[in-house]
Nanobody
Framework: QVQLVESGGGLVQPGGSLRLSCVVS????????IGWFRQAPGKEREGVSC????????YYTDSVKGRFTISRDNAKNTVYLQMNSLNPEDTAVYYC???????????????????WGQGTKVTVSS
């Protein structure tokens, strides 16, 4: 059974950092593209970052470029999202998502990912 479990969320002050983790089970992470999405209260779920199965291609939405970094450790079945220089607009529930894909790219279209975690809440506030 495919399962994704996020962790690492919490309360952080503006300018601070957090590292989110997504531990996967039930599939071989090596063969999957992974995405991070977020949903703020009252807003649509939006794509934040994704990485293709070979780690050759990584994509970030404009609002997080230069601040967030996606990475993975296939041996630990874990994907990370390092978030720096956080601001209140980053407050949201963050989700990881997975898709078995041999493609050389990934997309921030949430409909492209069939497998989702339950989310971890990030609050940026002073």
């Amino acid at each position: 059974q495919v399962q994704l479990v996020e962790s690492g969320g919490g309360l952080v002050q503006p300018g601070g950092s957090l590292r989110l983790s997504c531990v996967v089970s039930g599939f071989t992470l090596d063969y999957y593209a992974i995405g991070w999405f977020r949903q703020a209260p009252g807003k649509e779920r939006e794509g934040v970052s994704c990485i293709n199965r070979g780690d050759v291609y990584a994509y970030y939405t404009d609002s997080v470029k230069g601040r967030f970094t996606i990475s993975r450790d296939n041996a630990k079945n874990t994907v990370y999202l390092q978030m720096n220089s956080l601001n209140p607009e980053d407050t949201a529930v963050y989700y990881c998502a997975a898709r078995n894909s041999a493609l050389s790219y990934c997309t921030l279209n949430k409909a492209w990912f069939p497998n989702w975690g339950q989310g971890t809440k990030v609050t940026v506030s002073s």
